[in-house]
């Protein structure tokens, strides 16, 4: 899995979608943060806070992973060299993990940079340092699961078409929906009580939870148990070539 891992990740880096990605994601949150005149504008907002890079980051990503996981397994099936891949003395989930950990990494990639724009703001703070630390470390924490629950979603969607673009429309769609679907079902207030629990199911509730820079167990199960869930559905998918046969 290892030499897999390392042969996806550099298939990235050693092409400019590894970059574009990382270089497009800073540019953005770069922009939205301090240039344009808008409510995450830093210099405009008039208190020392990142808050918005954790608002703005899961939106750019929404677009971004989708676009880095469409050709994972969309391009192999395209190719033809899906069936030698899976024909190797590898286990399909030792395939899947490797595409999935190279894209995960390529988000770490993206979001590594953004420490420049904490420290920038810990140095602009009056007086030097005031920042809520511990809620950003636990933003930082929630963006990386996240990030990891999109790329789990991006794998599946990839897994399902040999077509890049309809992996890339239906990861959009999945992830959004995951991502505030959920919230915008219970704001229409039709389940009463249970509108809370539905609520739960979404992963901007357990987002927000750790951007209070709480790391509780009961997110970090949800967001591990949302990434085996759409990595088993991949895996699923790639078996069932073999029910076709």
């Given amino acids: 899995m290892y030499v897999l891992f390392l042969k996806e990740l550099n298939s990235f880096l050693s092409s400019l979608i590894g970059y574009i990605t990382i270089i497009v994601f800073l540019v953005v949150i770069g922009l939205l943060l301090w240039v344009f005149p808008m409510e995450f504008n830093i210099l405009d907002f ?21 676009a880095i996981t469409m050709k994972m397994f969309a391009e192999e099936k395209k190719n033809g060299t899906i069936e030698l891949l899976l024909t190797k003395p590898i286990k399909d989930l030792s395939i899947i993990l490797a595409k999935f950990f190279a894209g995960l990494s390529l988000v770490l990639f993206s979001v590594l940079p953004t420490i420049i724009y904490v420290v920038a703001v810990y140095q602009l703070g009056a007086p030097k340092g005031n920042l809520d630390l511990g809620g950003i470390i636990g933003s930082y924490f929630g963006l990386l699961f996240l990030g990891g629950v999109f790329v789990a979603i991006g794998v599946f969607s990839s897994s399902i078409t040999n077509n890049q673009i309809i992996a890339f429309i239906i990861s ?53 148990s949302a990434i085996v869930f759409f990595l088993l559905l991949t895996k699923i998918s790639l078996e069932s070539r073999n029910w076709k046969k």
């Avoid at 008039?46 to 989708?66: K, Q, R, Y």
């Fill in 172 to 224: 959009v769609i999945v992830s959004a929906f995951a991502y505030i679907g959920f919230d915008v079902i219970t704001g229409l207030g039709l389940f009463g009580n249970a509108d809370l629990i539905i609520k739960s199911i979404g992963i901007n509730s357990h987002y927000v939870s750790m951007a209070r820079g709480v790391i509780d167990t009961r997110d970090v199960i949800y967001y591990l």
């Fill in 46 to 66: 008039g208190f020392a806070g990142i808050d918005g890079l954790f608002m703005l980051a899961p939106w750019v990503f929404l677009f971004l992973i989708p």
